[in-house]
């Protein structure tokens, strides 16, 4: 028996007599990469997305740092950080924390351009947990009054004054200067408010968040001469804040 060359048509199948655009492509060598030699002595190779013996994934990838770099911009250049990203800025809130507990210094007319609500959210849910530690619960009181506050306060100051200020802004000013409402609340976790010591405390905190909020709230409108007349509905919420903290409702 022999093998025949020649296919079933009478043509030759080997590769000496078939055309030049018939050749096979040359076939290129496989390409491994390029492992080493550990300390040990054993290959030590890093395809891309594979787990090496040591447990570090191979390929150009660098070394993970600390949980805080999630806030940050990952070393991407041009990135803003997360926190800018969310509007978060610790130093705003930093000044606009300093000045409600310092009322009597002079309110910057620009201290709200940069409203943020991360500041009153931090704030709110301290006076609560201070509430819940005390054996008063009131977080559905806290949310409905807040948010009842805030429209009525946007709604007069609108009427009141030519410029106007957003509702973003007006619940931004009015959960700063909760904070001392804040320490009052703090205090009632350790001694009772039911009593004189407690009623004193609560109304020069009622004075203080009042004085606060009027004070800014004029300053941005440039209403200095009806600050009284702002100063009377907000003391009047934060009066309703101050009944929260002080009695327990049973």
């Not at 969310?86 to 002079?106: C, D, E, Y």
Request: glycine share 12%.
């Amino acid at each position: 028996m022999w093998q025949d060359s020649t296919s079933a048509y009478g043509a030759s199948t080997s590769s000496a007599s078939q055309p030049s655009y018939y050749q096979a492509a040359p076939v290129e060598p496989l390409q491994f990469y390029g492992g080493g030699v550990d300390s040990n002595g054993a290959a030590a190779y890093a395809y891309p997305g594979s787990i090496s013996a040591s447990g570090a994934y191979g390929g150009n990838i660098q070394s993970q740092a600390g949980w805080w770099t999630a806030f940050g911009t990952g070393g991407i250049e041009g990135e803003p950080p997360l926190l800018e990203e969310l509007g978060i800025n610790f130093s705003h809130i930093r000044a606009k924390t300093l000045t409600v507990l310092n009322p009597l210094r002079q309110v910057d007319s620009r201290i709200m351009d940069d409203a943020d609500l991360a500041g009153p959210i931090i704030f709110f849910f301290c006076f609560g947990i201070s509430l819940l530690f005390s054996g008063k619960p009131n977080f559905g009181y806290i949310y409905g009054v807040g948010l009842f506050g805030s429209i009525s306060i946007y709604t007069l100051l609108n009427l009141m004054s030519e410029r106007g200020i957003d509702a973003y802004r007006t619940a931004s000013v009015l959960g700063y200067c909760l904070l001392p409402m804040v320490g009052v609340s703090a205090i009632n976790i350790m001694i009772t408010l039911e009593a004189t010591f407690g009623y004193i405390v609560t109304i020069l905190s009622i004075f203080w968040c009042t004085y606060a909020a009027s004070g800014i709230f004029t300053a941005v409108l440039q209403m200095n001469e009806q600050r009284l007349l702002v100063a009377y509905p907000v003391g009047l919420l934060y009066g309703c804040f101050a009944l929260l903290t002080v009695f327990s409702g049973k």
